[in-house]
């Protein structure tokens, strides 16, 4: 398995897959089999491990000096907009261009979600984010 080589927005299924929709977007595959070989809910821990195991290396980028150092895509905990006190999984693509932020809330009925500029556009919630993780394919 590698990394897509762009990006097909994918809507959360669930009120608890949005890292699944993440991966999914990321790899270029059917959230509902990242669902069915990784179960809802799952831990970050289970996510990282199964990353691995397809040689995805999900680098810790969480830095005071700059979250997003290389191009590439990047899986972000950023501060849920629908449930306070809640973390929520984005993808961030970032290019020589800027930044691309892709949530999985995005198409669902009555949700809030990041917009794609949310944080070239300065998107103030867009500053609460952590865990920021490089994802580093290493399958070539």
């Known amino acids: 398995m590698s990394l897509s080589k762009s990006i097909d927005r994918i809507t959360q299924p669930t009120a608890t897959s949005c890292t699944h929709a ?3 977007m990321a790899l270029g595959v059917e959230v509902w089999d990242v669902i069915k ?3 809802d809910p799952i831990s970050n821990e289970t996510a990282i491990a199964w990353l691995v195991r397809h040689d995805i290396l999900p680098l810790s ?3 005071d000096l700059h979250a997003f ?3 590439g895509y990047y899986w972000v905990s950023v501060s849920s907009l629908n449930k306070l006190g809640t973390a929520h999984a984005v993808l961030v693509d970032t290019t020589k261009d800027g930044y691309r932020v892709y949530d999985p809330n995005y198409g669902k009925a009555e949700r809030e979600y990041y ?3 949310a944080l070239s556009g300065g998107h103030p919630i867009m500053n609460s984010y952590h865990n920021v993780r490089y994802l580093k394919d290493c399958s070539k």
Do not use: Q, S
Request: net charge negative; glycine share 6%.
């Open 22 to 24: 993440v991966l999914a």
């Open 115 to 117: 917009p794609m500029d």
């Open 61 to 63: 980028c969480d830095t």
């Open 37 to 39: 070989a990784l179960g």
């Open 69 to 71: 150092p290389l191009d």
